[in-house]
């Protein structure tokens, strides 16, 4: 039979019209089976089971098909049919296939159009329903000012605004921290209050010149987009504090909020009496507010108590402006261990005990306390029975709730820090900061999935963040062992951001670390520049530390030495100015150990975990524990680092560098390499299912 001849065999046979049928029918039943059976709770195996045996059966069909043919006495072989009867069961056959057809093409344009139904619900607010009528958040102000440096101003116009509603209980009100993202009189009001799940919005401008200040204030109702109330105030400037404290006021009665004599009270207080030191507090405010996981970070903080102590000189009443320089002092001192010393915890005491003198009362003292009594003593139980005090004039401020998380974390109370975390994150739910903390808080749960989708709700909000791209891809290196992810993005940086890469640079130093890649790694420390080779929170080495790990690398021993030196004198300089700090010492630890100083680094690391105990301080605590493994491993005391290994996996609180990437690929750790125990306990923290591997 040649190709012809069967091709119209084919046809005669009708395995055409039997293909046709099959596959449109099929179609229907994979319809069903997905679209039904689930309604049903039938499981997704069978679902699977279905498709799996319409493809099965396509081939048999169209066998079938041309062995046999359906006549009205039942199904016989296609050599004993009289033909007469095929072409009356043939018409049968094709009037079948067309209703079949019909019925598909009605079954698809019914989804085509619940799927665009579907699709016009989902632009609407999903959340309509769950938002609080009484809510609202205060937009940026417009600078209406010919002098371009009233945008401090501007801010601070709307900053106060914000703080007066704020303490009104009745009210949710979101923070300045979330709303500063926007512009001025945007135009998508439905999704920036759905974005901030708030049912109103207000914007305004601010014009300043000369005596003269001019205030424009409308609020609008985000679902609908309706103008619910518009005021403008011409005054003189030194009016300016009344026009908010009006605006305030006429807000919470378009809203419709009870207030208490104390919040009628709290609203009609100003700031100041000095509008040059309101600029300062300002400007300050506004540093502040930008100040992240950047490394960076410094410089900001630093400018912004400058500014503040210029407020404070030239009011030395103003109030608020001693609350934020006790936590611009308490920041760097405890927060990011920039500045661990005596000096600066003093400097924060100093405003503490300012702000309590002017007003000892007020909530914002309370929570001024709660932070320096948090980040400066580390006395916890003092500062949650501060923080419930401040909570009674505070109801909207996030931080309550963030310092709460905090604190709860260093307790090793890890859920229920995370609960506190999200609920700031609802008052503030724009705070990429805000966010980045959630994600850490589900790596320390070892929840490296939810990590990497807070780090996605992260850079939804700040897209261009480097610091959130890099950890992003950090988290699965140290849950994978997958160099991949990180080294992607510092591709990324290079080609898109290439003066950003010294934020990552770190990142990029420690993957190279991991692949035994010198050539990187010489690459990466020169991105580094004068900032850390690695920072864990608290842990940090140095640049020359770093050049001692490439030198090692290499075998080259004389470079190794003269680095990790030239690393001890800088963190001899560390502890002289904080002599009782543990993370310094358990990072000298390291060094002398690296070094040979075996004595010398254990008892070192030992001084260290006892000056930082785990607790009294979860997080640093485990971390000095953890890092103190490394110093017994490069001592050479091989039971002991493995017994000090298995106590920091104990720890309520895994350190990164306990991490199955971190213990799997880096030279940290190649000390214990082959030992049965130490292998291990590798597998043991390797994911389930696992199927990712380094480039190495």
């Known amino acids: 039979m040649n190709a012809r001849s069967f091709f119209t065999e084919l046809k005669r046979r009708r395995v055409y019209s039997v293909a046709v049928a099959y596959v449109v029918v099929a179609w229907l039943l994979i319809q069903v089976a997905t679209q039904v059976f689930p309604f049903f709770g039938i ?3 069978v679902v699977r089971l279905v498709v799996l045996l319409t493809i099965v059966g396509f081939p048999v069909s169209l066998v079938c098909a041309w062995a046999f ?20 069961t043939g018409r049968k056959l094709t009037a079948l296939i067309v209703i079949v057809a019909a019925v598909a093409a009605g079954v698809t344009v019914f989804r085509f159009v619940h799927s665009q139904h579907g699709m016009e619900a989902a632009k609407q607010p999903p959340l309509a329903v769950a938002i609080e009528s009484k809510s609202i958040a205060v937009l940026p102000f417009e600078n209406r000012s010919e002098d371009k440096a009233n945008a401090y101003f501007a801010h601070g116009i709307q900053d106060e605004i914000l703080v007066r509603l704020a303490k009104i209980a009745d009210l949710k009100v979101i923070s300045r921290t979330s709303t500063q993202h926007y512009k001025s009189a945007p135009e998508n009001l439905r999704e ?28 609008i109702d985000a679902r609908t987009d309706a103008h619910l109330w518009a005021q403008t105030y011409d005054r003189d400037l030194a009016d300016v504090f009344a026009i908010q404290s009006e605006i305030a006021r006429a807000i919470a009665e378009q809203l419709q909020a009870k207030l208490s004599p104390n919040e ?23 540093l502040l507010l930008k100040a992240g996981f950047s490394v960076t970070y410094g410089p ?8 503040l102590d210029e407020a404070v000189k030239r009011d030395p009443a103003f109030f608020d402006a001693y609350c934020q320089l006790a936590y611009a002092h308490e920041y760097l001192y405890g927060l990011t261990g920039s500045d661990h010393s005596p000096a600066r915890l003093a400097l924060a005491e100093a405003a503490v005990q300012a702000a309590t003198r002017l007003r000892p009362d007020a909530a914002e003292t309370h929570l001024a306390r709660a932070e320096y009594l948090y980040y400066g003593l580390r006395d916890y139980a003092g500062a949650l029975a501060q923080l419930e005090i401040a909570r009674r004039g505070l109801p909207n401020d996030p931080r309550l709730f963030e310092v709460t998380g905090y604190i709860l974390r260093r307790r090793g109370q890890q859920e229920e820090g995370l609960r506190n975390l999200e609920r700031a994150a609802e008052l503030d739910p724009r705070n990429f900061i805000t966010l980045q903390q959630i994600a850490l808080s589900y790596q320390f749960l070892g929840r490296y999935a939810d990590s990497i989708a807070a780090m996605d709700r992260a ?3 700040v897209p261009d963040s480097v610091e959130t791209q890099d950890v992003r891809g950090l988290f699965y290196f140290f849950w994978k062992a997958d160099t991949r992810p990180p080294l992607q993005t510092i591709d990324a940086i290079l080609a898109q951001q290439p003066g950003a890469i010294a934020i990552a640079a770190d990142t990029w130093f420690l993957c190279a670390l991991a692949e035994r890649d010198p050539a990187a790694a010489e690459r990466a420390l020169v991105a580094v520049g004068d900032n850390q080779c690695w920072s864990e929170g608290v842990i940090n080495l140095s640049r020359s530390f770093g050049e001692g790990l490439l030198a090692r690398m290499v075998k080259d021993e004389a470079r190794a030495r003269t680095a990790f030196e030239a690393a001890r004198a800088q963190q001899e300089k560390v502890i002289q100015a904080q002599p009782d700090y543990g993370p310094a010492l358990c990072v000298l630890s390291i060094i002398d150990a690296a070094l040979g100083r075996k004595d010398l680094a254990l008892d070192e690391g030992r001084r260290a975990i006892a000056l930082t105990p785990v607790e009294k301080d979860v997080n640093n605590g485990s971390r000095v524990l953890q890092y103190f493994a490394i110093t017994a491993a490069w001592t050479g005391e091989k039971e002991f680092a493995l017994q000090q290994l298995e ?11 306990l991490s199955y990437g971190a213990l799997k690929l880096l030279p940290f750790w190649d000390p214990l390499r082959g030992d049965p125990r130490f292998e291990q306990i590798v597998e043991s923290l390797a994911p389930k299912g696992n199927a990712a591997s380094s480039k190495k």
């Open 264 to 286: 009628k009270k709290a609203i009609e207080q100003p700031p100041t009496t000095d509008l040059a030191a309101f600029d300062l507090y300002s400007q300050a405010n506004s």
């Open 300 to 307: 900001a903080i630093r400018e912004a108590i400058e500014l």
């Open 647 to 657: 106590a920091g996996l104990r720890a309520p609180q895994a350190s990164q560098m």
């Open 69 to 88: 043919e359906m006549t009205p006495e039942g199904i016989k072989l296609e050599g004993d049919i009289d033909r007469r009867i095929t072409r009356k």
């Open 43 to 45: 499981p997704n195996w």
């Open 459 to 461: 850079l939804a909000i």
């Open 192 to 219: 920036i209050g759905q974005e901030l799940g708030v049912a109103h919005l207000l914007e305004g401008s601010v014009q300043r010149a000369a005596n003269r200040v001019r205030v424009n204030a409308q609020l």
